[in-house]
């Protein structure tokens, strides 16, 4: 049945394993996704969005380096919104309300249109190693697949239990069953295994819930959009979400309950993700507040399901019902089903290369929830860096990775390999260091020439950020090269409440001003003429304000990331031994020893190897 050997077999389809198929299928290499159901490819298992606060910088990072999950995003949405915008730039983040079943049905239509990719549906229940290296998988009716690699992408299915107050059976998530056989096999390979816990809110219908109690919460009144490409466009049209709010009566309704919750009783012992805690956990650890907003989100443009988010639970479903009952907005709700949570495998990410292949078996690659991260962003960007080193492994080229002042990409992958996590893993803008250059209107300028050089990204993307660059470029060099008199700029001034200008002087150094803004020196007849005679798109005008305006902070950013960026330069000998290092304290001796970091810098991050470990290091190495 399977005669041909696959250059790489992917195992699941969620947001990892989509992403991990076409990458490894577009860069030209014999690809193989297997899922337990085709009906549902990239499914949206919990909230129907994408994007969000550093979240939306990873999906344009997607985008850049020619990976699928922008597109689908731009396709299925039905509204967009750009949060923080009241904030500096580096941390405006794009999200998306998505159409779930258009979400899914437009990542199929994508996959099953990409040259190199077969699909097959089974379980896999284990994989076929040889000599501490993988070469291929069997599957439950004990077919065996061979192929030179292989990207595990698990999501919550890996002996997943899924619990409702005091009842629990298995399953990956709701109506499907659990994957089993993989996480007892990596451990009798001598992998560390851990469980982590995640839950879902009920879902409700729409036409039972009175929207005139609650707040309409709409999109942007000129939406944007995620991916670079102009095949995508902006909304014309958007349905808004709406927001409500717990009460006391709620609260203690829901405490009724909490000697049959899973969460208090014991039966579930693994940790949920810190900042998207079950309704119960937040009533728990927050008692002094008197109530928790609720986001009422439509599940599609005609469906009338809708997702409660804000309200995920693994209460009794009769607990449940009763307390929604009493939100505001609620007093009539019917259930389509209850929400639930999920105990699952994954495996701490210490284990991994940057690469994302695993110290221990040669050609085998981890992305997404099995790491121990949570959300389809994260999953998604591992899913990418997985399919593309696979691919490149497979194909005797250098690995890809991505630094910590080149992407959220690489910030997140270097967390989860140099620090581990023993709760879900999810970015933050806080996270990185360097959000300043790592902005989600810069990504293609960023990532899009490496997409290119790995033939990921196409020749039209390229060329598309290379004309944005020297579109921006120009017009920041008009701002820097062009006067304006006082009778043309004093006006505005005035009209912002900014000292105004006694004598001629470049636009550069008014627009600089912290309160003055591109609306603001559009009114400047020769700027507004420079926009219009050169067509400038809002990618443009936008990239050259934040040039003019934050040029200073970028460049001290960037002179900082440089002189950190040296250390990684600065390579550690595999199989390095610490022990003979007496002078370093036995912890870093320790964490050196298990993560083996590739690079000083590396080391560096990794938590209980102090400053003066790395000098002794440094010495010790002739540096």
């Known amino acids: 049945m399977f005669n041909e050997v696959y250059d790489v077999i992917v195992v699941g389809a969620g947001h990892a394993g989509s992403e991990a ?66 904030k500096g ?246 259930f389509f089903r209850p929400g639930y949570a999920i105990e699952y495998d994954y495996f701490p990410p210490t284990q991994l290369k940057h690469t994302l292949e695993t110290k221990l078996i040669e050609g085998l690659y981890f992305a997404g929830q099995i790491n121990g991260t949570t959300g389809y962003e994260e999953a998604a960007s591992q899913g990418l860096m997985a399919g593309i080193n696979a691919s490149l492994q497979v194909q005797e080229k250098d690995p890809f990775t991505l630094g910590r002042s080149e992407a959220y990409i690489g910030v997140l992958i270097d967390d989860l390999i140099t620090k581990g996590t023993e709760e879900p893993y999810r970015m933050f803008t806080s996270r990185a260091e360097y959000r300043t250059l790592l902005r989600q209107d810069n990504a293609d300028l960023r990532l899009t020439p490496k997409g290119f050089d790995l033939g990921l990204a196409s020749e039209k993307r390229l060329k598309r950020m290379e004309e944005k660059h020297e579109a921006a470029e120009k017009f920041v060099n008009f701002f820097e090269t062009q006067s304006v008199k006082p009778e043309e700029i004093n006006p505005v001034l005035e009209s912002k409440s900014s000292s105004l200008v006694k004598q001629s002087g470049k636009l550069f150094k008014v627009f600089a001003r912290p309160n003055i803004e591109m609306d603001d020196v559009r009114k400047v007849k020769s700027v507004e003429s420079y926009i219009q005679e050169n067509n400038l798109d809002r990618e443009v005008i936008e990239q050259t304000e934040i040039q003019v305006k934050y040029s200073g902070y970028i460049a001290k950013e960037k002179s900082n990331a440089d002189k950190l960026t040296r250390l990684e330069y600065v390579k550690i000998p595999s199989n390095f031994d610490y022990s003979q290092i007496k002078s370093m304290s036995f912890e870093a001796r320790e964490k050196l020893k298990k993560i083996q970091p590739t690079t000083v810098s590396q080391a560096s991050r990794i938590s209980g190897v102090s400053p003066n470990d790395i000098s002794v290091l440094l010495v010790y190495m002739g540096r």
Request: glycine residues 10%; hydrophobic residues 35%.
């Open 21 to 86: 198929a076409a990458a490894a299928a577009n860069m030209g290499s014999k690809t193989l996704l297997v899922t337990m159901n085709l009906q549902n490819i990239a499914q949206m298992s919990c909230n129907p969005a994408m994007g969000g606060i550093a979240k939306g910088q990873i999906v344009r990072e997607i985008d850049a380096l020619g990976g699928y999950s922008g597109i689908v995003s731009d396709t299925s949405a039905i509204q967009f919104k750009m949060l923080n915008k009241s």
């Open 89 to 334: 730039p580096a941390m405006w983040s794009p999200r998306v309300q998505s159409d779930r079943m258009r979400f899914a049905e437009d990542w199929r239509m994508l996959l099953e249109g990409t040259p190199n990719l077969d699909f097959y549906q089974e379980m896999v229940s284990g994989l076929i190693i040889e000599k501490e290296k993988v070469v291929g998988v069997k599957t439950s009716l004990g077919i065996e697949i061979k192929a030179k690699s292989v990207v595990l992408t698990n999501g919550t299915f890996l002996n997943g239990l899924i619990h409702i107050g005091d009842k629990n059976f298995g399953g990956g998530r709701a109506g499907e069953r659990a994957a089993t056989g993989i996480t007892e096999q990596l451990v009798n390979l001598g992998f560390e295994s851990g469980r982590m816990k995640t839950g879902t809110p009920p879902r409700v219908d729409g036409r039972s819930l009175d929207y005139s109690k609650m707040t309409e919460q709409p999109g942007d009144i000129n939406p944007e959009k995620f991916s670079y490409l102009d095949i995508t466009k902006p909304l014309t049209k958007q349905r808004s979400c709406h927001m409500t709010y717990t009460s006391l009566e709620v609260h203690d309704l829901l405490r009724e309950g909490f000697d049959r919750s899973p969460m208090f009783n014991g039966r579930i012992k693994s940790l949920g993700p810190r900042y998207c805690p079950s309704i119960e956990d937040k009533i728990n650890r927050f008692a002094d507040k008197d109530r928790h907003q609720l986001f009422i989100e439509p599940e599609g443009w005609n469906t009338c399901e809708v997702y409660v988010n804000g309200f995920s639970t693994s209460l009794p479903e009769d607990v449940q019902f009763k307390a929604l009952r009493s939100v505001v907005g609620f007093e009539g709700v019917k």
